[in-house]
């Protein structure tokens, strides 16, 4: 079975600071890794994926990951942070079980951007 | 328009009563799931469900119940609750078959038993 492991379960950063939240994945044969987001009192929402490819994956908003395979790594970074990238972040890995798939998740990281 | 909705957004019960959470998906996936949030943000599986179908069952007491009523519908119902059951549950849909696709999060239903 799959595990996703995230390092760090709180990073405070101020704000225009750059950020990275480490996540690290159980080796597979091959892996979909992905980023969710999830803001106060609100549901997940895919922040960015990787599925093939190029190993390094970008969201709308300035986010980044980069897939390292050798390093079973999927860390995300974001050069300079708002107070509205405040939220909770999580790692999840795709496994197939059954002929369906699953979202195994990392335990989270808490980010919050101080003024 | 939502994509996945759930209903409530808010539950709060007494122990030993019964509850039903309710979610719909307008975005034609077949595959729909149930997620556990635990008090610490633990996020797992419960259920997933391909065209109406149990597929993935992950050890969850069989006080909770989920019934797919079509592939745009899976519904949650728990038995005789208990303390240990107050979470947040995410209802979440996707194409069925491919670990490419993300899947969609409805807004989450608080429980809380009392």
């Not at chain 1, 897939?67 to 050069?79: G, V």
Request: proline residues 4%.
């Amino acid at each position: 079975a799959q595990s996703v492991t995230q390092l760090d379960s709180q990073v405070p950063v101020f704000e225009e600071a750059p950020v990275e939240l480490r996540c690290n994945y159980s080796s597979s044969v091959s892996v979909y890794l992905f980023w969710y987001v999830q803001y106060p009192n609100q549901g997940l929402q895919l922040l960015l994926k990787y599925l093939s490819g190029s190993t390094l994956v970008e969201s709308i908003n300035g986010f980044e990951a980069e897939f390292n395979k050798s390093q079973t790594s999927f860390h995300l970074r974001k050069p300079s942070v708002h107070i509205s990238d405040t939220a909770e972040y999580f790692c999840a890995v795709s496994e197939v079980q059954g002929g369906s798939e699953k979202l195994v998740f990392g335990k989270g990281t808490k980010l919050t951007v101080n003024p | 328009d939502t994509a996945v909705s759930q209903t409530p957004k808010y539950l709060v019960t007494q122990m030993g009563n019964d509850k039903s959470i309710k979610c719909e998906q307008n975005l034609g996936h077949d595959t729909m799931y149930w997620y556990k949030q635990d008090s610490k943000k633990f996020l797992k599986i419960m259920f997933s469900y391909n065209n109406k179908e149990l597929i993935i069952n992950e050890t969850v007491p069989n006080r909770f119940s989920p019934k797919s009523p079509d592939k745009a519908h899976l519904n949650l119902h728990i038995n005789s609750l208990e303390l240990g059951d107050s979470a947040v549950y995410f209802c979440a849909s996707s194409h069925s078959g491919a670990g490419h696709t993300e899947a969609f999060f409805g807004q989450g239903t608080r429980l809380t038993v009392v």
